[in-house]
């Protein structure tokens, strides 16, 4: 159980410009909210809306939700957290994600096998250029400093930026117990999708069990206040449907094994099957209300208060929410939050 949730918002992809939500942050920040997270998949990269956020905010927490491993070497990603990081005053979270095989190896270029050995690589490798020890190397498979190959000339080297902190706290974005377990392990926080608040323990509870007592879970959460109920479960199917349908391989696809974990798994094969097919609004359509409703915040303010109970009973300790742009919304969500 949460004592008291932290609540943030989660922006996704960044998308053009009417889809900038520079206001919704400064709002957010306004109303006290902890914490902003971006997102990156196949067109928008996550950092860069951060920055322009920071740029215009002062408190407000800038998180990684989440940055995608093979999209960048382990020294480019540090490079860009703690540049970000002295620039913002240190406010920087760095979200990290496997991603699926599809997109780092159609997108990306890169091999996804072994995601588990080359998350602990990526890892160890980030948090020696932060700490600046000495030149960073490493001796691993996946990410080996100096390069064996090329030129031969490969020099270890030590960054020569001095980070305001020396260690960024890193989030991983997980759905599978072992990588929930690298988490907890290795990590200042889990970023979970699509998780219902009342199949935390049973589900992950043992590969949560040597979490430290402040490590976060900042869950993201379809968040629409709305007096018609059906109409806000209709909009929440969506991004279930195009995850399980879209966002994997049709027989690795880690976000339809997560909802079948829920216990959902017919159903999502069937989603899967629709949405493959071409037949995207039928997809949507066969997401099942009750999964919608229990990974989301749904209705009138007054139901969202009740539900909002299921997350304070669960280890969850950052609501992220996401969907919710204008700042009364996020003025009414947080008093009843706080309340």
Request: glycine share 10%; net charge negative.
């Amino acid at each position: 159980m949460t004592a008291e949730l932290k609540l943030g918002i989660n922006t996704g992809y960044w998308q053009r410009d009417p889809e900038d939500q520079t206001e919704t942050v400064l709002a957010a920040e306004r109303l006290g909210y902890d914490c902003v997270f971006t997102a990156e998949a196949y067109g928008s990269d996550a950092f860069t809306p951060l920055t322009w956020y920071a740029a215009r905010t002062s408190r407000i927490k800038l998180g990684t939700a989440v940055v995608q491993l093979s999209a960048r070497t382990p020294a480019a990603t540090a490079m860009h957290a703690l540049t970000l990081d002295a620039l913002s005053g240190g406010r920087v979270i760095l979200g990290l994600g496997a991603s699926g095989p599809q997109v780092v190896e159609g997108w990306y270029g890169q091999p996804f096998p072994k995601p588990l050995a080359r998350t602990r690589e990526y890892l160890d490798i980030v948090r020696k250029v932060w700490a600046r020890e000495e030149p960073v190397t490493n001796d691993g498979p996946h990410y080996p400093l100096p390069y064996p190959g090329g030129a031969g000339l490969g020099k270890p080297l030590k960054s020569i930026v001095h980070p305001v902190r020396p260690e960024i706290p890193i989030y991983l974005g997980a759905e599978g117990p072992k990588n929930i377990a690298l988490a907890a392990e290795r990590t200042q926080g889990w970023l979970p999708l699509f998780v219902d608040p009342s199949q935390i323990e049973p589900l992950f509870g043992e590969s949560l069990a040597g979490r430290p007592d402040d490590f976060e879970i900042a869950a993201t959460v379809t968040t629409i206040v709305t007096d018609d109920v059906e109409a806000a479960l209709e909009f929440a199917k969506i991004p279930l449907a195009f995850y399980i349908g879209g966002m994997g391989a049709k027989d690795r696809n880690f976000h339809l094994d997560l909802i079948g974990r829920l216990g959902y798994a017919e159903q999502a094969t069937r989603v899967q099957e629709l949405f493959l097919a071409g037949r995207r609004a039928e997809a949507i359509a066969a997401v099942p209300s009750e999964l919608a409703d229990s990974i989301a915040l749904l209705g009138p303010i007054g139901r969202i208060k009740e539900r909002l109970q299921l997350w304070r009973d669960s280890p969850v300790t950052t609501l992220l929410l996401a969907g919710v742009k204008d700042e009364p919304t996020l003025r009414s969500l947080r008093d009843v939050v706080r309340g």
